[in-house]
T-cell receptor
Framework: GAGVSQSPRYKVAKRGQDVALRCDPI?????LFWYQQALGQGPEFLTY????????KSGLPSDRFFAERPEGSVSTLKIQRTQQEDSAVYLC???????????FGPGTRLTVL | AQKITQTQPGMFVQEKEAVTLDCTYD???????LFWYKQPSSGEMIFLIY??????QNATEGRYSLNFQKARKSANLVISASQLGDSAMYFC??????????????FGGGTRVLVKP
């Protein structure tokens, strides 16, 4: 399996809990993206890494959202004090370099009760 | 204004027939890229086809072709000889700026396609 993997696939959290979502990109892919997809809508950009550098975090909806990619490979999206409006599928994508087609993982479906 | 507009929320198509999915975009950047992705019920986004703003010819990839009309800012996807496995959500997306600029994708709202046997 050489594709993008994400874990967990499903996460249920109580309102106010912190969650951490993991993304393993395709080996050798320099660029990594996180998107949020609400039910019935297209994905919306959250943040972008080039290697370990977070070059764009303009899509993060609040300071409760934090992403990191410390060694330029695996990335973690952390959401603190989850709210019901955070319920969505969180998609991770990687690409060989900037501007190339992005390959997506299966997503993590987050449900906040 | 929406950057990517997909006006067809859902479509039925007969197996083995062709179907055209509409996509219009809005950008003032002369350099951009247009992408189509398929999202089956499993949830994974599958890359289908890419068209660069400076590409002279319409992109084709197997049964997928992109009808790129730059002056009209449209990038419609044509799926020929539809198969039952083509039933899915289809998203049009745009990258603004040249390849060196990044970059994030902006997605449309999607079109759900159901292929009838």
């Amino acid at each position: 399996g050489a594709g993008v993997s994400q874990s967990p696939r499903y996460k249920v959290a109580k309102r106010g809990q912190d969650v951490a979502l993991r993304c393993d990109p395709i080996s050798g892919h320099v660029s990594l993206f996180w998107y949020q997809q609400a039910l019935g809508q297209g994905p919306e950009f959250l943040t972008y890494f080039q290697n370990e550098a977070q070059l764009d975090k303009s899509g993060l909806p609040s300071d409760r959202f934090f992403a990191e990619r410390p060694e330029g490979s695996v990335s973690t999206l952390k959401i603190q004090r989850t709210q019901q409006e955070d319920s969505a599928v969180y998609l991770c994508a990687s690409s060989l370099s900037s501007g190339y087609e992005q390959f997506f993982g299966p997503g993590t479906r987050l449900t906040v009760l | 204004a929406q950057k990517i507009t997909q006006t067809q929320p859902g479509m039925f198509v007969q197996e083995k027939e062709a179907v055209t999915l509409d996509c219009t975009y809005d950008t003032s950047d002369p350099s951009y890229g247009l992408f189509w992705y398929k999202q089956p019920s499993s949830g994974e986004m599958i890359f289908l086809i890419y068209q660069g703003s400076y590409d002279q010819q319409n992109a084709t990839e197997g049964r997928y072709s992109l009808n790129f009309q730059k002056a009209r800012k449209s990038a419609n996807l044509v799926i020929s000889a539809s198969q039952l496995g083509d039933s899915a959500m289809y998203f049009c997306a745009m990258r603004e700026g040249n390849k060196a600029a990044g970059n994030k994708l902006t997605f449309g709202g999607g079109t759900r396609v159901l292929v009838k046997p």
